[in-house]
């Protein structure tokens, strides 16, 4: 009996030394550095090369891809990084043709820094999704870098991103002018932060209905509204902010109900947080 029981204890054991190594392996090792747009201030940029821990050997990744001058996108990021950094800065401007391209996806994966830029967040995942450069980036932040994003390269973070689209309005607004159930268009993002869905430029333009919309389609999640200026940082289930502005967290939307006139909703509850710089919350 003695010896039954012993092997009990060592299959329990070695049960929860399988389960510990399998959290551990989907833990990733890196960091994300969400901005919301604008303008990134020197100080901003500097806390972001302080989280990445560069060594003099490690390089910094530009992914344009969001951008309509990609160009342009670079040489903006490059100007202000190379005032702030020695380290070098690469721009890998993948297209369909060379999204796998094995020099091109081993150099992105293996970047301390992957910055994506601003633009279209459609336009970066319509050449990036069910590619090897998405594998690379997942790759590159399990295994300790830091990813970072602003305005499109923010939206891009997600399992479900915001396109910025009205199923129910073919014009694109900066904002919505109410809030509708199936309304929003949402699209497969990058899937580095799950059961989130961030928002940007979100007190500058306005974006609550947009964002409360989000909450209708997936209420399970939780929704993040970044202002300009300021970013998320991201390190496991804790986010602390950093910048010059706010951010909005809104969560556990309560008696959703949906009308068939003009899709309309209601909403009993929800939880509503502000947070600015410094301050820290868990998902």
Known sequence: MNKSISISKFHFIIFLLLAFCSIQAQTPKGTLFIIGGGNRSDKLMTCLLSLSKLEAKDYIV??????EEPDSAYIYFNDQLKRLTSNPIVMLNFDKKTATNPKWIDSLQKAKLIFIS???QTRFMDIVKNTPIKTAIHQAYKNGSTVAGTSAGAAVMCEHMITGNQKLNPVYTGTFDNIRHNN?????????MKNVIIDQHFLKRSRYNRLLSAMVEFPSHVG????EATAII???????ITGE???IVIKNPKGIQKSGTNNLISIESLEMSIYNNGQKFKI
């Open 184 to 192: 929003l268009e949402t699209t497969e993002g990058l899937g580095l």
């Open 118 to 120: 601003g633009g279209d």
């Open 234 to 240: 991201v390190q496991n289930k804790t986010i602390e």
């Open 62 to 67: 530009v992914l344009p891809m969001s951008s």
């Open 245 to 247: 502005s706010e951010v």
């Open 224 to 227: 993040i509204g970044i202002d």
